[in-house]
């Protein structure tokens, strides 16, 4: 397995706001209290996470508790027993998606145990915990991965599981249904040890969150990843004073977050969660369905659409806080108030959102949690890697329009000697023109940009002929155009990064557990752009 860093300057559609995160500028500074080269604070930052110790026992016990119920490794055990005895956390999370996910929910994972390892060589006790963030409720989102199903086409596998909407995704029941789309898993990547894992793990009776948990519990046994489900009540009861907090200072924190949208902007960068002034950081579970929060101009908040005060509110906190769920800009505040969270590693996303969230923390818990770019990789297998050697292709050539790629590729099959002439004709014009604008200039400098200009012309007029001549060459080979196809398919499909349309189900299907072992070596703290990595 050989890895590259490949930068995310070159990957298109990345955010201003998250490359500018990754080369620590000035203008973004002001945003994050921490570089994203990890090892160089992390000793000093373990000395500023302060976790009481009551607050550690009931959380471990829910730890110990949750994770048994899954079916936990000694591995996991042994670092549960670490956090009782005061370890810190490298925290992680992904939402439960169907089979585990896109590729980047294994990675997010890894990425939690390697920088847990590296804070355990510089003497900080620590260990991974993957956060379950089964509150959400777009199920849409969650329902369905996608799977190689031919060299030129992803599959669709998606469960037909129903439920109420605006229902949290974590507790939606499966049917036998699931059962069928197991089998469908099963048939598409064929017998291995992963499928097994998915027919013990989605069964009829279990729940997207328990599924998810039992699966991650499985696959990262030899890890000791410690996974919480967010959505347990006793967690809710240890937060509301957290909860009442927020409720209490909602026009503070509301200010504060139109404050640093404010600021975000005037900084050049785009708007990351949408902020108004009649938004609030909760949503609250009524008849089944997660219904958002709002601030209101004649009562105090809107729950939906009912009327509800302060006191209401307050109220529900200390007899039923369970009810409360944090938005994306409280969840990862309610994570580092129930854990002595060191980092929390995200992707491109979450770094945006964390560049607003740090006025909550500030607000809320006086200390602003660093964050850490996950591992993004794109995996090449041995086939494609040979497509690339054959056709002297890049990874950033895949960027381009698949008719585009079509082009490159043809233009290497062109016979050896009119690929010579194009050349050789090339280089002509260009010697030939820098001896004109020489001459010309002594005559007339105000005529130097015109023959510049003659040169551009004709230098295009014989690259649209080579791309003319590469097409006419893929014409009279399908094989290459299937090429392409299957090049674009395999390392940048749909035009997006692999690690966002492939299911990690894929890659454990065909390479087994032992892949993770080959990532985790792979992965660098001192490299935190995508990496390109050969199997």
Request: charged content about 25%; overall charge negative; some cysteine.
């Amino acid at each position: 397995m050989k890895s590259q860093c490949f930068p995310f300057r070159q990957v298109p559609h990345t955010t201003r706001l998250f490359l500018d995160y990754l080369d620590s500028t000035p203008n973004v500074q002001q945003f994050y209290p921490r570089s994203p080269m990890f090892l160089e604070w992390a000793k000093d930052e373990s000395s500023r996470v302060h976790y009481p110790p009551d607050r550690r026992n009931q959380i471990a016990d829910i730890l110990d508790h949750q994770n048994r119920g899954w079916g936990a490794s000694p591995k996991t055990l042994e670092n549960i027993a670490r956090f009782r005895d005061g370890a810190l956390a490298l925290v992680t999370g992904q939402q439960v998606g169907l089979f585990g996910g896109p590729v980047f929910s294994i990675y997010k994972a890894l990425s939690a145990v390697k920088l847990a390892a590296e804070a355990q060589k510089l003497g900080i006790d620590c260990v991974p915990v993957f956060w379950l963030a089964t509150e959400d409720h777009d199920l849409d989102e969650v329902n369905q991965i996608k799977v190689p199903y031919t060299e030129n086409r992803l599959e669709r596998l998606a469960s037909t599981t129903a439920a109420r909407k605006d229902a949290p995704v974590g507790s939606i029941t499966f049917g036998d249904e699931i059962s069928e789309t197991v089998a469908a898993a099963t048939a598409l990547l064929g017998e291995s040890d992963a499928t097994k894992m998915l027919a013990e793990c989605y069964r009829p009776g279990d729940t997207f969150g328990t599924a998810f948990a039992k699966f991650f519990t499985r696959i990262f046994s030899d890890h000791g990843v410690i996974l919480l489900d967010g959505s347990d009540p006793e967690l809710d009861r240890i937060a509301a004073p957290l909860y009442r907090s927020a409720i209490e200072r909602a026009p503070e924190l509301n200010r504060a977050l139109l404050d640093r949208d404010k600021l975000l902007q005037s900084s050049g960068y785009h708007q990351q969660v949408r902020i108004t002034s009649s938004s609030t950081l909760f949503f609250i579970f009524r008849d089944g369905a997660r219904v958002p929060v709002h601030a209101a101009t004649n009562v105090e908040f809107l729950i939906g659409e009912a009327p509800a005060s302060k006191e209401d509110l307050l109220g529900l906190v200390n007899s039923t806080p369970e009810v409360f769920s944090p938005n994306v800009l409280l969840r990862p505040v309610v994570q580092d108030f129930l854990l002595p969270t060191l980092a929390y590693v995200g992707g491109a996303a979450e770094v945006a959102y964390f560049a607003q969230v740090g006025v909550v923390h500030e607000h809320l818990l006086k200390r602003v949690t660093p964050i850490l770019p996950r591992f993004s990789a794109t995996l090449v297998e041995p086939k494609v890697q040979a497509l690339l050697e054959k056709y002297k292709l890049a990874f950033s050539d895949l960027f381009h329009a698949p008719e585009s790629l079509r082009d490159r590729i043809g233009s290497h099959m062109l016979p050896p000697n009119l690929q010579t002439s194009f050349d050789q004709a090339t280089k002509a014009v260009e010697r030939s023109m820098q001896d004109v604008r020489e001459s010309i200039g002594e005559l007339d400098k105000t005529l130097v940009e015109s023959a510049t200009n003659a040169e551009s012309k004709m230098i295009y007029q014989l690259t649209n002929l080579r791309s003319r001549a590469a097409r006419a060459e893929l014409r009279q080979s399908e094989v290459v155009g299937r090429h392409a196809e299957s090049l674009s398919c395999a390392l940048y499909p749909e035009k997006t990064l692999q690690e966002r349309e492939f299911a990690g189900i894929y890659f454990l299907a065909r390479y087994g557990r032992e892949l993770l072992n080959g990532l985790l070596e792979t992965i660098h703290p001192d490299c935190v752009d995508h990496q390109i990595v050969t199997l």
